[in-house]
């Protein structure tokens, strides 16, 4: 990572850090459990405009059942989210036994002045090129508190370095070298040093194979409680044909077993346009049947 990402990403962990301020200083000045879901309002606007890949793009797909089911899901996670925040800052109020009188207006400013503030530094158009900086971005943040998630990450990224000096890893040896990080640290911290590692174009070999083994298994997908985890893995794989196959065949057969991880995979149009322009003819039928598995499995009242 250049000196210029560098430096986007302190600009961009200040802005957002803003955002999650906000509820914070409006639970330390004892405001009522109200103004919750104003804080959320801004946190899904805040997600809308720096992650738009993750929304419908047209009226037409807004109309689709599945954008509802990502809005509420979004709207959820960002609700617990802003709860925690606003939660925390009253307990620091109640430990203090002080109410600082902040105007109302204040803590919601901060956490809506995050969203030009971060634009500034985020292009959405791209996204592909970027995508990892805004992961590793967040995980830094929401972690920040927590020095045991910190120690264990950190433990994840050096005990991968071993795989970028590889010259010509296999399937099999990456594979045993995450099942002895595995018993090492846990699948989250892994998940978050495997997509810092491998956001770059020039990531190694060894670590993008080690990411798609990751993201397409059932027990670490499920482990992370995370939504999108092959999904984020896809966007680094670029158009590898071996890994784009490997990724597609193992997903395939881990959505089969358990279709409850559809939620997590790419959607079937994203998957199709890959496959159309896929020039290794066995890269395009592993992701055409892998879009079909997604749209066969699909809840009742959702589309892909």
Known sequence: MGADMHNRLRLLMGATALLYLGPLMAGLAGFGWAVV?????????????????????????????????????????QLLLVTVCFGIGRGIGGVLGAVPPLPLMLPIAISFLSIPLCRLVWDPAKVAAMDGVLDSALSQITTATDPQARRRRAMAARLLAPLAGLTDPTEAEVTRHLA???????????????????EGQTAALGLRLALVLHATDRAAIDANGLPDYPGWAFARIGGDAALLTLFARRLTAALRADPALWGSCPQSARLREHAVMAAD????????????????????????
């Open 281 to 304: 003819p066995d890269a395009a039928a592993a992701l055409t049947e892998l879009a079909q598995v997604v749209d066969d499995v699909a809840p009742p009242d959702a589309a892909t």
């Open 37 to 77: 879901p104003v804080f959320t309002l801004i946190f899904v606007l805040w997600l809308m405009i720096l992650r738009p890949q993750h929304w419908p793009a047209t009226r037409a797909e807004w109309q689709d059942p599945q954008a509802l089911v990502t809005l509420l899901v979004q709207t959820a996670m």
């Open 180 to 198: 002895a990080i595995r018993q090492t640290t846990d699948d989250a911290a892994l998940r978050l040093a495997l997509l810092a590692a491998t």
